[in-house]
């Protein structure tokens, strides 16, 4: 059954710093999403794309945030500038329309030390 | 906010039916009703969802009221397995490449 994959799945990085997390969606889905999970938190939705572009966003997904898909397979999201609150479990999802079911990954566990 | 109430916790016997109680009372004709759940911190789990008849997949039914302000996931033979956080979520219909809200769910948590 095809899924979603993520990498890496745990990230370390120092404050400041910039961070690229990687998602392969499932291959014949169009649109992509991302959303993360502060500890003990809900998950919380961040952004959609598709046909290269952004479809929405939330008030988090903020001018440090970029989403890109680089070739025909990889969607990433980049932070520019890493803060404490950044950390957090970051989920890609994908689904075939946008009326369609959103299938996860299993996250990368992202760390701002 | 999550247009959902759910309760935040439930205890199930393994072996038993798991039924997990979900309130929409705001639900639009147009939206379904989406069930996830998340195992520990691991990628949320699509399980089932419906509008307006009744479902069932390998996983689950969902039955929902015919008045669709409430519905229930049912788990017929809860395993170990299954203890997890489920998520009710409705969602619109044709609503663009919009994001799932999330709520808190219920901590369903199977006992041997």
């Known amino acids: 059954e095809p899924e979603v994959t993520q990498t890496p799945s745990h990230q370390v990085t120092q404050m400041g710093q910039e961070v690229i997390l990687r998602c392969v969606p499932i291959?014949?889905?169009?649109?992509f999403y991302w959303y993360r999970q502060i500890l003990g938190q809900k998950v919380e939705f961040l952004v959609s794309f598709y046909n290269n572009e952004i479809s929405e966003k939330s008030e988090i997904f903020d001018d440090q945030f970029s989403v890109e898909r680089p070739d025909g397979s990889n969607f990433t999201l980049k932070i520019r500038s890493t803060k404490l609150e950044d950390s957090a479990m970051y989920f890609c999802?994908?689904?075939?329309?946008?009326?369609?079911?959103?299938?996860f990954g299993p996250g990368t566990r992202l760390l701002v030390l | 906010d999550a247009k959902t109430t759910q309760p935040p916790s439930m205890d199930c016997a393994e072996g038993r039916a798991a039924n997990l109680p979900c309130n929409h009372s705001?639900?639009?004709?147009?939206?379904?009703v989406y069930w996830y759940r998340q195992i520990h911190s691991q990628g949320p789990q699509y399980i089932i969802h419906g509008l307006k008849n009744n479902e069932t997949n390998e996983m689950a039914s969902l039955i929902i009221t015919e008045d669709r302000k409430s519905s229930t996931l049912i788990l017929p033979h809860a395993t170990l397995r299954d203890t997890a956080v489920y998520y009710c979520?409705?969602?619109?219909?044709?609503?663009?490449?919009?994001?799932?809200?999330f709520g808190k769910g219920t901590h369903l948590i199977i006992q041997p």
């Open positions: 705001t639900i639009s004709g147009n939206e379904y």
């Open positions: 291959s014949n889905h169009l649109y």
């Open positions: 979520i409705v969602r619109e219909a044709g609503g663009g490449a919009d994001g799932l809200t």
């Open positions: 999802a994908s689904s075939r329309d946008f009326q369609e079911t959103q299938y």
